[in-house]
């Protein structure tokens, strides 16, 4: 296996361009590296586990001939797409869910009842219980357990 690495196409032809670009001439640089070597996989299963590892040494050779062409240090880990994807949906799952939790201003955190209502239990003259309903009221209205028992 031969790894050939290059540089300069995406100037002639631009991603999502339709038309290539041909003036002004641009370089495009080709160069071929010596053969990867393979043998450390001979013999073995053709499994998923077995092609991945054999790709992955192509394309660390690859990236080296390519960023010897760029004039680059070539990046510690290579970059997936769908790993990049999944730490985005992550990334923005976690600042949502950080942004809709202090939107509650109508209700306490703390098991305290200031305004009337409780999250964390029940309101026991305005301190939380541990998931009975009192007949208790805060300092600014009654309080109500949250399974939605009404006090009496």
Do not use: C
């Not at 939107?103 to 955190?109: K, Q, S, V």
């Amino acid at each position: 296996m031969i790894p050939v690495a290059q540089w300069g196409a995406q100037r002639i032809l631009p991603y999502g361009s339709v038309r290539p670009h041909l003036f002004p001439r641009t370089t495009v640089r080709v160069v071929a590296g010596p053969p990867v070597d393979l043998s450390a996989f001979e013999g073995q299963p053709l499994n998923s586990k077995v092609l991945r590892e054999a790709t992955e040494v192509i394309m660390k050779d690859i990236t080296g001939l390519l960023a010897g062409i760029r004039g680059e240090t070539p990046p510690a880990e290579p970059y997936h797409p769908a790993v990049e994807r999944r730490k985005a949906r992550q990334e923005a799952r976690k600042s949502h869910e950080q942004a809709a939790a202090p939107a509650d201003t109508g209700t306490a955190d703390t098991g305290t009842a200031d305004t009337g209502t409780a999250d964390t239990g029940t309101a026991d003259t305005g301190t939380a219980d541990t998931g009975t309903a009192d007949t208790g009221t805060a300092a600014s209205g009654t309080a109500a357990s949250d399974t939605g028992a009404t006090p009496t």
